[in-house]
């Protein structure tokens, strides 16, 4: 069973922008917080940002506070990762995932669904 829909991943050169995006399109998004993760070779899995289903308070992983910014549209059932000023660094897998909790946390274990995961790359 297909939960969501990722998208938007790609190659960029450093200090670029690019947008992920992440769709569920057999349920509303609105009582879940969201999150997007991500995964280099060779590392573990890392929180980037999530939104809270409640007051929809964010939070971001300080090596790409300012830089990163999620947003969430309950309306389209989708969330987004607005990235901006990448560096090389950011080259990762990038997963959406959701969990029913009112405040969103940067713990993978709370998460319940997950996305199949998008490839970002950047390089110059």
């Known amino acids: 069973q297909v939960h969501f829909v990722e998208s938007g991943g790609g190659s960029k050169q450093p200090g670029e922008s690019l947008t992920l995006s992440c769709t569920a399109p057999?349920?509303?998004?609105?009582?879940?917080?969201v999150a997007w993760f991500r995964q280099a070779p060779g590392k573990e899995r890392e929180g980037v940002s999530c939104?809270?289903?409640?007051?929809?308070?964010?939070q971001t992983a300080e090596n790409v506070n300012g830089r990163f910014l999620i947003a969430k549209d309950n309306a389209l059932s989708t969330f987004y990762l607005h990235m901006n000023k990448l560096k090389s660094e950011d080259t990762a897998v990038y997963y959406c995932?959701?969990?029913?909790?009112?405040?969103?946390?940067?713990?993978?274990?709370?998460?319940?669904?997950w996305g199949q995961g998008t490839q970002v790359t950047v390089s110059s």
């Open positions: 939104a809270s289903r409640g007051d929809a308070r964010t």
């Open positions: 995932a959701v969990e029913s909790a009112y405040i969103c946390s940067l713990t993978s274990d709370r998460y319940d669904l």
């Open positions: 057999t349920f509303s998004l609105t009582y879940y917080s």
